[in-house]
């Protein structure tokens, strides 16, 4: 089953792009449940999730809906303190997903700079301890993590792979598609944004690209795959830059045959 959607909803530059002019912020996450049916909360990486976000996401999107929840920097950027207590933090901020059967995994995405080696992949092990109460996915940035050694020590911890859409540059990890859980294949899409993926003046240039459809079509063959022998697949777009990752999103939902609302809210069915 396919499960597509965004990484976050709530961009300001969403408005009248995405989200309807006269829309109230507080409408946003019901609107969003609405076209998409699965969520990857983005904004905890920054900070944890507040208690208020944690409880609108259980009580004001459908029983069914589904969460993915990026883990926060201090887990997976800065590596330093208190680990135990951090985790504790964020096992304590998401559980309430958990509990209501929301909560389909946990993101963990490394920088560049987190290289493949002996002590990195002790310390990963560690994490994934810590994390066994929950599905987790991991994102690689750089690419020699990308490796028949890691695909084998992930298959073995049935932890998912990231697979990753990003701009063609050296170091980073290609385009493949790699399932490394029978429960869950992923797919994250950053855009092809080369020129402003090391050097850029705000964070939201790296990610402002809108994918075209035969660039989309690139990915079917891998999508399909993952989707035949996976549980779920999950495909989120980061490309968040004035609405384009929702653009984008509809777009992957109308090229797989899957049911999506126009503009307008009324449902249009692809079959």
């Keep these: 089953m396919y499960y597509i959607g965004t990484s976050g909803y709530s961009y300001p ?48 999107t459908p029983d069914k809906f589904q969460v993915v929840v990026k883990a926060h920097r201090s887990i997976t950027h800065e590596r330093e303190g208190e680990l135990a207590a951090c985790l504790g933090a964020f096992r304590e901020a998401v559980e309430p997903l958990a509990e209501r059967g929301k909560l389909a995994a946990v993101l963990l995405q490394f920088p560049f700079s987190f290289h493949y080696g002996d002590p ?31 695909l084998e ?16 540059l050296p170091g980073l990890v290609p ?10 294949g992923y797919v994250r899409f950053h855009g092809r944004n080369a020129e402003k993926w090391w050097e850029h003046e705000a964070a939201w240039e790296r990610y402002d690209y809108l994918y075209r ?21 999950f495909i989120f777009f980061n490309n968040h830059f004035r609405g384009q990752a929702a653009r984008n999103a509809e777009d992957m939902q109308e090229m797989l045959g899957l049911p999506r609302k126009s503009s307008s809210g009324q449902q249009q069915s692809l079959f």
């Excluded at 829309?23 to 990486?45: C, P």
């Excluded at 990195?120 to 987790?136: D, M, V």
């Design 153 to 168: 020590w992930l298959k073995s911890r049935k932890v998912a792979l990231c697979c990753v859409d990003e701009p063609r």
């Design 213 to 233: 459809m035969d660039e989309l079509e690139e990915w079917r063959e891998g999508i399909e795959f993952l989707g035949q022998k996976a549980e779920r697949t």
């Design 175 to 184: 385009p493949e598609v790699a399932l490394t859980s029978d429960k869950i």
């Design 13 to 60: 530059d969403w408005r009248g792009a995405f989200y309807p002019s006269g829309l109230s912020k507080n409408d946003y996450l019901a609107y969003y449940a609405e076209h998409f049916q699965t969520l990857e909360l983005n904004s905890s990486y920054y900070s944890l999730p507040a208690t208020s976000l944690i409880r609108n996401l259980v009580t004001r």
């Design 120 to 150: 990195q992949l002790e310390f990963l092990e560690h994490l994934l301890e810590r994390l066994s109460a929950f599905s987790t996915v991991i994102e690689f940035r750089n690419g020699r993590w990308l490796n028949k050694s890691v």
